[in-house]
């Protein structure tokens, strides 16, 4: 009752409005239903191309060559641009909300007719586009929020209701790209790109009517790459957080294979949809417990108690295996608590190191500091699928690739894999990922940035206390 009051009226001391609220929450339904589309199905798609898998990731790792180029690129563009309107983030969200789901529909529209070369030209250009106009969309969302309220609670509050919107974005996605590419109804992913793109342009529309840039830094920093870089190694929690998070993300590569794992290990790539089903409720339950869950423990703790229980869960589904159906959605639904837990978190911490930045530099650099966001999770996303063809396509694996649309012509051909390129899957689809968040949990012990001190950095940052005060009321010496 108290989390749905919550998200039709405004609570005492907030700041935004509940239309603002609610276009705000609603662009991360548009801007997450893309997001999946590259994570859940672009090894699939690529795969079906008929490429050399082990080529394909090669690209998709050059590709981010231009992607570091370009996120630290746009971070001091993004901090020393001036707009007219006064207005730092619509004017970029106004470009991206555009730009996005056409680049989007480019990307997963590469003709079959043509050959290996120009396809792989195709998708270094048609991604680098798509990375490009991404980090459009990604940095000025994230940074718009310490515009439109200095309250940590209700930034905190707002980042963990914008994660169940962001889960309806995920639906649609999870259902559009499973049902229609499956053995049941044969469509391309060239149909899902462009069902994507429409959806997420409706969804991300609403924000640039809604959204209201209420606080803005009373002085803007003129920015160089040496600045930047002096800037990013005086914000050490901002480097701790994501040197962990890039090995969580970069070995969640079970998105990426769950519609193989769902066809060769289940039978049924519909098989994938019942289990994602079963975890939904229990994922969303705990996903609206969050906001309250944090204000009785420090989300940092929060987050690493999760990543213990993902990686024993993890554990316990490699070494209980495939055969049992049951077993393995019970494991799956276990396991969907934690994870959705640490997805609502996830991003709250950005904010939060943004603000010990100012604090700790006194250098207002918001535009850079949600830009390692941006770039962090487009190098992990790529890493992930480009992990997974990869392993796929060692010749140790012995992975059968043939070009097809969908996996209805996938059945009619026959195509079998061998029982030991079937462990490799299962193995890469359990284990790697519990790999990856036992070294993030490891990196993140590190991270000793608490709510209570934030919340007085903000303070000091905006100028309801002087720098006397913040220092005697921190907990500990930064």
């Not at 053995?183 to 991300?204: I, K, L, P, Q, R």
């Not at 079970?254 to 949809?273: E, K, R």
Request: aromatic share 14%; charged share 15%; proline share 3%.
């Amino acid at each position: 009752m108290q989390i749905m009051e919550k998200l039709k009226s405004t609570p005492v001391g907030w700041e935004t409005k509940p239309m603002e609220r609610k276009g705000y929450y609603l662009y991360f339904a548009g801007q997450n239903a893309i997001y999946f589309l590259l994570a859940n199905y672009l090894t699939t798609y690529l795969m079906f191309l008929g490429i050399n898998p082990a080529k394909t990731a090669v690209v998709m790792l050059i590709v981010k060559i231009w992607d570091a180029v370009n996120d630290a690129l746009f971070g001091v563009i993004f901090d020393s641009v001036k707009f007219k309107s006064g207005k730092k983030y619509l004017p970029w969200l106004k470009i991206s909300t555009f730009l996005t789901p056409i680049a989007t529909f480019f990307l997963f529209a590469i003709p079959r007719s043509v050959g290996e070369t120009t396809k792989l030209l195709w998708f270094a250009a048609a991604y680098v586009i798509w990375d490009t106009v991404y980090t459009l969309c990604d940095v000025p969302i994230y940074g718009a929020i310490t515009s439109m309220t200095r309250n940590i609670d209700e930034r905190s509050s707002m980042l963990s209701y914008k994660s169940i919107w962001a889960g309806v974005g995920i639906a649609f996605i999870t259902v559009a790209g499973t049902v229609l590419v499956s053995e049941h109804v044969g469509a391309s992913y060239t149909v899902v790109g462009a069902a994507t793109a429409v959806f997420a342009f409706a969804t991300m529309l609403p924000v640039l009517k809604t959204l209201q840039e209420r606080h803005q830094p009373e002085e803007e920093e003129s920015f160089t790459l040496t600045r930047m870089f002096k800037y990013l190694f005086q914000n050490k929690y901002l480097l701790i957080y994501y040197f962990g998070y890039f090995f969580y993300s970069a070995a969640s590569i079970s998105a990426a294979l769950n519609l193989f794992v769902s066809y060769y290990l289940f039978n049924d790539t519909l098989f994938s949809l019942i289990v994602s089903a079963c975890g939904t409720v229990p994922s969303l339950i705990f996903s609206l417990l969050v906001p309250s869950m944090l204000r009785k423990i420090d989300k940092m703790k929060l987050y690493r108690i999760c990543c213990v229980l993902m990686v024993l869960l993890s554990l316990v589904m490699w070494i209980a295996g495939y055969s049992n159906l049951i077993l393995h959605i019970v494991l799956y639904v276990l396991r969907s608590v934690p994870l959705a837990i640490i997805g609502v978190i996830m991003f709250i911490f950005t904010p939060d190191c943004a603000e010990y930045g100012k604090y700790k530099s006194g250098i207002e650099a918001k535009g850079i500091t949600f830009a390692i966001q941006t770039f962090m999770v487009k190098l992990t996303a790529a890493i992930s699928g480009a992990m997974g063809m990869f392993i796929l396509g060692l010749k140790s694996t012995g992975w059968v690739t043939v070009e097809v649309q969908s996996f209805e012509e996938l059945q009619q051909l026959g195509v079998q894999q061998s029982q030991h390129a079937l462990d490799v899957l299962w193995f890469s689809y359990a284990m790697i990922p519990a790999i990856g968040c036992a070294i993030a949990y490891i990196i993140w012990r590190f991270y000793q940035l608490n709510d209570k001190d934030v919340q007085i950095m903000t303070d000091c940052n905006a100028g309801k206390i002087t720098r006397e005060e913040a220092e005697k009321a921190l907990s500990r010496k930064y």
